[in-house]
């Protein structure tokens, strides 16, 4: 579970809708097959056959992966997973070898960069001399 801003929830809503369902009205397992026949005609007409190898459980462990390398906080990954056993979500931790803890440092020195710093990922860190400092992972 994540959350979802109102911008999200307002084009959810503002979808032709044939059912109640966001996905439509086939079984998972339609869904599965649709988003299957869309990966093998990109793979190929991008020549990457590592595109099949994603699967749908890959998005869950991408987002449960990023989340543990941004936070280092096992007990919040658990969280969003929904885990009851923090045995299950340890796998998360080994998934990636993330080399160094790199960074990308701006400044702001206004409202207006703090928002685009703010939307392109970079987290604040602190202020000096009424300039801020914010980073992003590389």
Same mark, same amino acid.
């Given at each position: 579970?994540?959350?979802?801003?109102?911008?999200? @929830?307002?084009? @959810?809503?503002?979808?032709?809708?044939?059912?109640?369902?966001?996905?439509? /009205?086939?079984?998972?397992?339609?869904? +599965?097959?649709?988003?299957? %026949?869309?990966?093998? &005609?990109? !793979?190929?007409?991008?020549?990457?056959?590592?595109?099949?190898? @994603?699967? %749908?459980? /890959?998005?869950?462990?991408?987002? !449960? *992966?990023?989340? #543990?390398?941004? /936070?280092?906080? @096992?007990?919040?990954?658990?969280?969003?997973?929904?885990?009851? +056993?923090?045995?299950? *979500? %340890?796998?998360? /931790?080994? %998934?990636? *070898?993330?080399?160094?803890?790199?960074?990308?440092? &701006?400044?702001?020195?206004?409202?207006?960069?703090? &928002?685009?710093?703010?939307? !392109?990922?970079?987290?604040?860190? *602190?202020?000096?001399?009424?300039? &801020?400092? #914010? +980073?992003?992972?590389?």
């Amino acid at each position: 579970m994540f959350k979802v801003s109102a911008k999200v @929830i307002a084009m @959810i809503n503002n979808l032709p809708k044939k059912s109640q369902l966001i996905l439509g /009205t086939e079984s998972l397992g339609g869904f +599965r097959w649709k988003f299957d %026949l869309k990966k093998r &005609k990109l !793979a190929e007409t991008l020549q990457n056959p590592r595109l099949l190898q @994603i699967k %749908l459980h /890959t998005f869950r462990h991408w987002k !449960a *992966t990023m989340e #543990y390398h941004k /936070t280092k906080d @096992i007990l919040h990954v658990q969280q969003l997973l929904g885990h009851k +056993r923090i045995d299950s *979500t %340890l796998v998360y /931790t080994q %998934l990636v *070898t993330f080399e160094s803890d790199e960074y990308h440092v &701006k400044t702001s020195e206004s409202l207006d960069e703090d &928002k685009e710093l703010i939307q !392109a990922g970079f987290e604040p860190m *602190t202020e000096r001399d009424g300039v &801020k400092i #914010y +980073r992003k992972r590389k």
